[in-house]
């Protein structure tokens, strides 16, 4: 919604990275990198495309921003979801 109001680039490339980051923590509790947020197989069904749509949405942001230190951290986690390697989860709060 936020991206559909065409904000300033800066901001935009910070909502992708935002965005990229809810999935790519989808993917890595799919993976099992936190298991005290419970059964890695509840979140395995929405792996494929939390990892494409992250990819998606850090690609976009990087399009945008390549330089800060949001865009050096997201190019981190699309580096390890392309290599098949679980991120580095930010966001963790299921349930809460």
Same mark, same amino acid.
Do not use: C
């Given at each position: ?5 065409? %904000?300033? &680039? ?5 909502? /992708?990275?935002?965005? *990229?980051? #809810? ?6 509790? $799919? ?16 792996? %494929?495309? &939390? ?5 998606? /949405?850090?690609?976009? *942001?990087? #399009? ?6 949001? $865009? ?25």
């Amino acid at each position: 919604m936020l991206l559909s109001k065409k %904000p300033d &680039a800066a901001t935009a490339a910070q909502i /992708h990275f935002i965005i *990229g980051d #809810a999935n790519a923590t989808i993917f890595a509790l $799919a993976g099992g990198t936190e298991p005290d947020y419970g059964d890695p197989s509840e979140y395995q069904p929405e792996a %494929p495309a &939390a990892r494409h749509n992250g990819l998606e /949405h850090y690609r976009a *942001g990087l #399009a945008i921003d390549g330089t800060s230190d949001n $865009a050096k951290l997201a190019w981190l986690q699309a580096w390890k979801i392309s290599a098949g390697l679980l991120p580095v989860t930010r966001w963790a709060y299921v349930n809460d």
